[in-house]
């Protein structure tokens, strides 16, 4: 159906949720890549023979099941104040990766407010710039270093004392590239000013200077959003994940290759109340060479339904998913990060670090009530591998060490990172070698810290082994012919603007069968749009099927 209204000219069409041919896919939680093509003249006939070629085309990147309306307005009965985080006014470096740290001091208050938004503000054409943000609560007085800012790593110790143990420390509020903002349940909130809420914070923003260019001069950051009156809970953010270390290594021209992490049952059985958290939204998180994030969630040795997965993860679509349906994680379960990647396109090894290019398995899970658990990171056990993964490489020749024992930590750490990116994976049998000693180990080291200064649990395995979990979740949705199929409901798109850059979709669980409905809207006169968008919608239908 089709229809014109105040300028907005809207075409709708369904397609099954469950693949429908060979060359379908079916379309599911996670990251859906459309592609689009347009043309601003209306056709001479409604013949299809009449349509025009297509002017515009491109592609972009939606979550077609959970939609991107991740803010929504404040309740009625609550007063919503703002303030703003801006770095100010920074030169970016001519490289390709920067950290920059900007330490902000947050409102002053009588009582203790609570944190119900955060908005990502992005400089106007440093969309592809801005990577990530994180902003970190910190422990210190640091209000002699306020309006001051710098480059986090260049040099190693280039952040004052007290400003770097902000750093890594309890996470208040994530964003990547390409997501928007995260309003809160309207009886959760992060706790700010009084006797516990946050008052000093340090913004880590990441630029992935791809181009190098020394003109860029940047003041993006978030914009807050409180409300003087409490909500019932106070919220959190768990930070769970592979550690941010070279330790995490995948070799050039592998496909498909999984990575394993683990925050155990030790760590949440001590770091959660004994009600457990419920987890209401989430930020999956990679580098370019990811593929595929997801969460999995086991209680005693039984896997439940996954927290969240992306199977189809786009390094530039990184939003933060509100969750149809709370999960509470109780103490003692297992979280399990898993991270797929494809290095195919690459010559060297591909190693865990900040840098674009480096990689990162990361989740943060968006919670309350608050846990004393900040993070929980694992990775395979640094005896495991020196002794094992790292001593076998070097007796076949495939690794040659040149870190100077007696040179400072940065620079060992740094020629040890060029070590493992220099292995010699040319043959299959070095390959073999790393799935054998390094992919398969199953000892793994875990780190769980705490909100408290100083407070962290360190460990060797603790979760649960693979082998060991029943999986009696139910089979995902049917994949083949559509035939007999009537249980999937259907779905309902929303406005897609011209230029593609917001999609909402939203279940419409009131008509019976397999199928979506997506309605296709732009703003603008509506002379002119209705072959522009009967080739959008057509195309639409093709990237359900063959994009997926």
């Known amino acids: 159906s089709s229809r014109e209204a105040d300028g907005v000219t809207t075409l709708e069409f369904k397609r099954k949720l469950a693949a429908c041919e060979q060359k379908?896919?079916?379309?599911?939680?996670?990251?859906?890549?459309i592609i689009f093509s347009y043309n601003d003249n209306d056709p001479i006939s409604e013949s299809e023979h009449h349509l025009a070629k297509h002017q515009v085309s491109g592609r972009v990147s939606i979550n077609l099941l959970s939609g991107t309306g991740n803010v929504g307005p404040a309740p009625a009965n609550h007063t919503q104040l703002k303030f703003n985080l801006l770095n100010p006014n920074v030169s970016i470096p001519a490289t390709p990766t920067t950290y920059w740290c900007s330490p902000f001091k947050f409102p002053v208050l009588q009582n203790e407010a609570h944190i119900i938004r955060f908005d990502p503000v992005i400089e106007k054409n440093h969309e592809e710039l801005v990577h990530r943000i994180l902003i970190y609560q910190c422990t210190d007085d640091i209000e002699p270093f306020l309006g001051v800012s710098w480059d986090?790593?260049?040099?190693?110790?280039?952040?004052?004392?007290?400003?770097?143990?902000?750093?890594g420390s309890t996470v208040v509020t994530a964003w990547a590239i390409g997501g928007a903002g995260v309003s809160f349940p309207s009886?959760?909130?992060?706790?700010?000013?009084?006797?516990?809420?946050?008052?000093y914070v340090l913004m880590e923003t990441h630029y992935n200077?791809?181009?190098?260019?020394s003109t860029y001069v940047d003041s993006s950051g978030m914009d807050v959003y409180y409300t003087p009156t409490k909500r019932q809970y106070d919220g959190a953010i768990l930070e769970i994940g592979h550690s941010v270390s070279p330790y995490l290594l995948i070799p050039p021209g592998v496909s498909d290759v999984k990575l394993q992490n683990t925050c155990p049952g030790l760590c949440t059985q001590s770091g959660l109340p004994s009600g457990g958290v419920n987890v209401f939204a989430t930020m999956l998180h990679s580098h370019t060479v990811g593929t595929g994030v997801w969460v999995e969630h086991i209680r005693n040795k039984t896997k439940l339904p996954n927290i969240d997965q992306n199977y189809n993860y786009d390094f530039n679509f990184q939003d933060?998913?509100?969750?149809k349906?709370?999960?509470?994680?109780?103490?003692?379960?297992?979280?399990?990060v898993f991270c797929r990647y494809d290095t195919t396109d690459r010559k060297t090894a591909t190693i865990g670090g900040e840098g674009t290019l480096d990689e990162m398995c990361l989740a943060f899970l968006f919670v309350y009530p608050k846990p004393t658990m900040a993070t929980c990171f694992s990775q395979i056990s640094i005896d495991r591998l020196f002794f094992g993964y790292i001593a076998s490489a070097i007796k076949a020749g495939y690794y040659v060490s040149t870190?100077?024992?007696?040179?400072d930590e940065a620079t060992r750490t740094e020629q040890f990172r060029t070590d493992l990116r220099g292995i010699d994976f040319s043959s299959p049998a070095s390959?073999?070698?790393?799935?054998?000693?390094?992919?398969a180990n199953k000892w793994r080291d875990y780190e769980c810290t705490f909100n408290s200064i100083g407070h962290s649990t360190w460990g060797h395995g603790g979760g649960t082994m693979l082998e060991d979990i029943v999986d009696t979740t139910p089979t995902p949705g049917p994949t083949g012919p559509c035939v007999g199929i009537t249980e999937r409901p259907y779905l309902t798109a929303a406005t897609a603007r011209p230029d593609m850059t917001a999609t909402t979709v939203v279940p419409d669980m009131t008509t019976a069968g397999p199928s979506m409905t997506a309605a296709t809207a732009a703003s603008g006169s509506a002379v002119g749009l209705a072959s522009r968008f009967i080739l959008i919608a057509i195309a639409c239908i093709m990237a359900c099927t063959v994009v997926g």
Do not use: K
Not at 187 to 195: E, H, K, R, W
Not at 209 to 213: D, K, S, T
């Open 325 to 336: 349906n709370e999960v509470n994680i109780l103490p003692g379960d297992d979280i399990q």
């Open 152 to 167: 986090c790593d260049n040099p190693p110790d280039n952040l004052p004392g007290q400003v770097r143990g902000c750093r």
């Open 187 to 199: 009886n959760v909130g992060l706790p700010m000013s009084g006797a516990t809420g946050a008052q």
């Open 403 to 407: 870190v100077n024992d007696s040179a």
């Open 209 to 213: 200077n791809v181009l190098r260019r």
């Open 24 to 33: 379908d896919r079916s379309i599911e939680e996670g990251t859906t890549r």
């Open 431 to 439: 390959i073999q070698q790393w799935r054998d000693n390094y992919l």
């Open 320 to 323: 933060i998913v509100l969750l």
